[in-house]
């Protein structure tokens, strides 16, 4: 699109670029094909990641706005790039958990499975010299990384979001077990940021639990964009390969 070519490199994370467009209130994101596990000790590029995230991430943002979640995300521009909104980004993930995975296994010594009722929720500071340290949200506010009606506002977000996105993945066969979300500001509003891929969160298959995201990648259990295509179409996504 011609209209929307990319400007300056903003930053550079570890699957995606974030651009400058002519417009200053909007950024352009490119999905790269990289995808990284432990801090970045385990990285590789895996060919049609970034296309497969750039829609998958459009067809969600689309279903939450719908649903009443305002997002940052404006539309697809191509493939591997989509136009978002200039955020003011909140140095914190919200992480929801409805299963047991993952790190919150190694922190309490639970079992991987564990049905979490109700679900929890953990604010993590994004650093990753630090790596990612569990912070809570009296840190959030003496750190001022957030105000305390944006910190309730992340946490009344991301729990509307699990009740969206569950129904969501359970009615297409999957098992929403867990997910990260990062909010930011954009002209006072708090709206949710980054991205909404299988690179994100952690989706079982209902029947088999067979596991379909990134921990494909990060426990070497192969097919890793095959699976993230195979929940797209379960999702009803199409043309995602
Ligand atoms: N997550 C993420 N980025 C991070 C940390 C976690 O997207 O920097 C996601 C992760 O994919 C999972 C959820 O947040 O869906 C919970 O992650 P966890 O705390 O279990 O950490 P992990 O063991 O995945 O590093």
């Known amino acids: 699109m011609e209209d929307f070519e990319k400007g300056k490199l903003v930053s550079s994370g570890k699957a995606k670029s974030l651009y400058e467009s002519p417009n200053p209130d909007y950024y352009i994101m490119h999905y790269r094909d990289d995808a990284s596990a432990f801090d970045g000790v385990k990285k590789e590029s895996l060919e049609g990641k970034g296309a497969t995230n750039n829609k998958f991430n459009a067809f969600i943002m689309d279903f939450l706005e719908k649903e009443g979640v305002p997002t940052h995300f404006e539309r697809l521009l191509s493939e591997n790039e989509s136009l978002v909104k200039r955020l003011e980004m909140i140095p914190v993930e919200c992480v929801i958990r409805n299963i047991a995975a993952g790190s919150i296994c190694k922190r309490l010594g639970i079992e991987e499975g564990l049905d979490l009722n109700p679900p929890t929720f953990e604010f993590f500071y994004k650093d990753d010299e630090l790596h990612d340290p569990m912070i809570n949200e009296y840190h959030i506010e003496s750190f001022d990384w957030a105000t305390e009606n944006q910190v309730d506002q ?63 990648f990060r426990q070497d259990l192969g097919d890793v964009v095959e699976s993230y295509q195979i929940i797209a179409k379960k999702l009803g996504m199409e043309q995602i390969n």
């Open 154 to 216: 992340m946490k009344e977000k991301t729990f509307q979001v699990n009740e969206i996105l569950k129904n969501l993945f359970a009615d297409a066969g999957m098992i929403l077990v867990d997910y990260k979300l990062e909010f930011g500001s954009f002209k006072g509003e708090l709206l949710l940021g980054d991205e909404f891929t299988p690179d994100g969160c952690r989706v079982w298959d209902s029947q088999t639990r067979e596991k379909l995201d990134k921990d494909r």
